[in-house]
């Protein structure tokens, strides 16, 4: 842990000295909004689906109770991919392990073609880079895009964090393009739990990049529930750390930065990705949702307006 401490204190540094000024870019932009709707997903034809999961392989019947109900929602939504947060493996990460924690409760999912990219957490082996079945290419960061889709996923390592990381996703932030950015980690800039709670200093590390350049959405664990963060300096934050582990009781309801929580069983987040438009449901284990609603992206204020006007 010293070691990711000071790493978040060089990141700290390294932003002030060469990433001072972020003022929300150049150009002018709008804010990610929410509108907390009851809706169901689109489930429209050429869109990107994908599901989030987090702090996830216990090898546990909580667990593979989650991965059922994943394997029985492809039924109707028929998404490709899955992305981890982090904690993918608690306890011994031998090979079996990979198969009782991992191959077999996902096996369906597998099997269908369906591809896990991963994010590494605390108690994750740093081996699991080189896991195929994680999609991570040997990289502890790296980025995820989409044939014939505008997103790009920033898949980051929070566990040991470093300046390289911070310079590399400066980099990638600016080179990109595409309407959605959207950042995937471990630690989280901002939630509501008792037990871990925001990451100040990796915030201060990493904000002023996702203000800057655009990003809309970021998927965040370690804390043990599901929790929608009211939108922070135009963004939309997730914690998704609900997947094989909960916390009961562990959301605090005097944060101020709940929008919509669930801290008493397990659940994923189901995306789909259509144009300007995320729709998101948060899925419990008995096929429940317990938040809903549609994210309307950032972009430049003279886009908005062309797009306000055509309509």
Same mark, same amino acid.
């Given at each position: 842990?010293k070691?990711?401490?000071?790493?978040l204190?060089?990141?700290?540094?390294?932003?002030?000295?060469?990433?001072?000024?972020?003022?929300g870019?150049? =150009?002018?932009?709008t804010?990610?909004?929410?509108?907390?709707?009851?809706t169901? #997903?689109?489930?429209?034809?050429? *869109?990107?689906?994908f599901?989030? #999961?987090?702090?996830?392989?216990?090898?546990?019947?909580?667990?593979? $109770? #989650?991965?059922?109900?994943?394997?029985?929602?492809?039924?109707?939504?028929?998404?490709?991919?899955?992305?981890?947060?982090?904690?993918?493996?608690?306890?011994?990460?031998?090979?079996?392990?990979?198969?009782?924690?991992f191959?077999?409760?996902?096996?369906?999912?597998?099997?269908?073609? =369906?591809?896990?990219?991963?994010?590494?957490?605390?108690h994750?082996?740093?081996?699991?880079?080189?896991?195929?079945?994680?999609?991570?290419?040997?990289n502890?960061?790296?980025?995820?895009?989409?044939?014939?889709?505008?997103?790009?996923?920033?898949?980051?390592?929070?566990?040991?964090?470093?300046?390289?990381?911070?310079?590399?996703?400066?980099?990638?932030?600016?080179? *990109?393009?595409?309407?959605?950015?959207?950042?995937?980690? !471990?630690?989280?800039?901002? *939630?509501?739990?008792k037990?871990?709670?925001?990451d100040?200093?990796?915030?201060?590390?990493?904000?002023?990049?996702?203000?800057?350049?655009?990003?809309?959405?970021?998927? $965040?664990?370690?804390? !043990?529930?599901?929790?929608?963060?009211?939108? $922070?300096r135009?963004?939309?934050?997730?914690?998704?750390?609900?997947?094989?582990?909960?916390?009961?009781?562990?959301?605090?309801?005097?944060?101020?930065?709940?929008?919509?929580g669930?801290?008493?069983?397990?659940?994923?987040?189901?995306?789909?990705?259509a144009?300007?438009?995320?729709?998101?449901?948060a899925?419990?284990t008995?096929g429940?949702?317990?938040?809903?609603?549609?994210?309307e992206?950032?972009?430049?204020?003279?886009?908005?307006?062309?797009?306000?006007?055509?309509?």
């Open positions: 842990m070691t990711r401490w000071l790493n204190v060089l990141l700290a540094v390294a932003l002030s000295i060469g990433c001072s000024g972020h003022n870019g150049s =150009v002018a932009t804010p990610a909004t929410v509108d907390e709707v009851w169901e #997903l689109p489930n429209a034809e050429g *869109s990107l689906k599901l989030v #999961l987090g702090d996830w392989g216990t090898g546990g019947r909580a667990q593979y $109770q #989650l991965a059922r109900e994943m394997a029985t929602f492809r039924e109707k939504f028929k998404f490709d991919t899955v992305l981890t947060v982090g904690d993918n493996f608690y306890g011994m990460q031998r090979a079996q392990d990979y198969k009782t924690k191959e077999t409760p996902y096996k369906p999912l597998l099997n269908a073609g =369906v591809k896990f990219y991963a994010t590494l957490g605390n994750d082996s740093r081996e699991q880079v080189n896991y195929k079945l994680f999609n991570m290419g040997g502890f960061y790296y980025t995820v895009n989409f044939p014939d889709q505008s997103v790009r996923l920033y898949m980051l390592d929070t566990t040991y964090p470093s300046p390289e990381q911070l310079d590399w996703l400066k980099k990638e932030l600016e080179g *990109s393009k595409d309407n959605w950015k959207i950042a995937v980690f !471990h630690h989280p800039l901002y *939630s509501s739990g037990f871990h709670g925001s100040l200093k990796l915030r201060e590390a990493l904000e002023g990049l996702f203000v800057e350049h655009d990003v809309s959405v970021v998927f $965040q664990g370690h804390d !043990h529930f599901y929790e929608r963060i009211k939108p $922070q135009g963004i939309v934050y997730f914690v998704v750390g609900s997947g094989g582990k909960v916390r009961s009781g562990n959301i605090d309801k005097n944060s101020g930065l709940t929008d919509k669930f801290d008493t069983g397990y659940a994923f987040l189901a995306v789909e990705v144009g300007d438009k995320m729709f998101f449901n899925i419990k008995d429940g949702v317990v938040d809903s609603g549609i994210i992206r950032r972009m430049p204020v003279s886009e908005k307006s062309a797009a306000g006007a055509a309509r």
